[in-house]
């Protein structure tokens, strides 16, 4: 199993980072399709509970960006899987899993989005966890999807970040 961690400190109100990283995905589709660098995201479902928590499923298809030895046993159409998470208003966080429309049985990719305020910035923490079940080559499968998803956080918390100041002064 391979863990994948990123984090991004923000000096910004906590309700603008949440409307901005959380609650706008739910509403803003084409914006969060282009920031993820996804060919297609749909919203399936979305269950908001009294107590302020709610649980979310999409669907995301993905650019295809793999280097070329990973297309011998990744083809494009299996770029394409299921996202549900629940989200905790109390903790600040939204567990998801990621469930693949082909090899759901040896693929397992889960994770937390976490966001906590500490001397008055709030932090974003996204950590992954990845495990593939291929014999032979999964290990090397998940070194291989665990740096490409290191880099895609890392360019995604920088989106992020220029999205909220552009909010933040508008």
Same mark, same amino acid.
């Given at each position: 199993?391979?863990?994948?961690?990123?984090?991004?400190?923000?000096?910004?109100?906590?309700?603008?980072?949440?409307?901005?990283?959380?609650?706008?995905?739910?509403?803003?589709?084409?914006?969060?399709?282009?920031?993820?660098?996804?060919?297609?995201?749909?919203?399936?479902?979305?269950?908001?509970?009294?107590?302020?928590?709610?649980?979310?499923?999409?669907?995301?298809?993905?650019?295809?960006?793999?280097?070329?030895?990973?297309?011998?046993?990744?083809?494009?159409?299996?770029?394409?899987?299921?996202?549900?998470?629940?989200?905790?208003?109390?903790?600040?966080?939204?567990?998801?899993?990621?469930?693949?429309?082909?090899?759901?049985?040896? +693929?397992?990719?889960?994770?937390? *989005?976490?966001?906590?305020?500490?001397? !008055?910035? =709030?932090?974003? $923490? %996204?950590?992954?966890?990845?495990?593939?079940?291929?014999?032979?080559?999964?290990?090397?499968?998940?070194?291989? +999807?665990?740096?490409?998803?290191? *880099?895609?956080?890392?360019?995604?918390? !920088?989106? =992020?970040?220029? $999205? %909220?100041?552009?909010?933040?002064?508008?």
């Amino acid at each position: 199993m391979q863990t994948v961690k990123n984090s991004m400190k923000l000096h910004y109100p906590l309700d603008l980072v949440l409307q901005v990283t959380h609650f706008d995905l739910m509403h803003n589709m084409p914006g969060y399709k282009k920031m993820l660098g996804m060919e297609e995201i749909k919203l399936i479902r979305f269950d908001e509970h009294e107590d302020g928590s709610h649980d979310v499923e999409f669907t995301m298809k993905s650019q295809d960006r793999l280097p070329s030895f990973a297309r011998m046993v990744i083809k494009p159409e299996m770029l394409v899987w299921r996202q549900v998470g629940k989200w905790n208003p109390e903790t600040l966080t939204i567990d998801f899993k990621v469930i693949p429309y082909f090899f759901q049985k040896l +693929i397992d990719i889960r994770g937390r *989005k976490r966001y906590f305020q500490d001397s !008055g910035a =709030i932090t974003i $923490e %996204i950590t992954a966890q990845i495990s593939i079940g291929i014999p032979g080559i999964g290990k090397l499968m998940e070194q291989v +999807i665990a740096g490409e998803l290191k *880099k895609e956080q890392v360019k995604l918390l !920088g989106k =992020i970040e220029q $999205e %909220i100041k552009t909010r933040s002064q508008g």
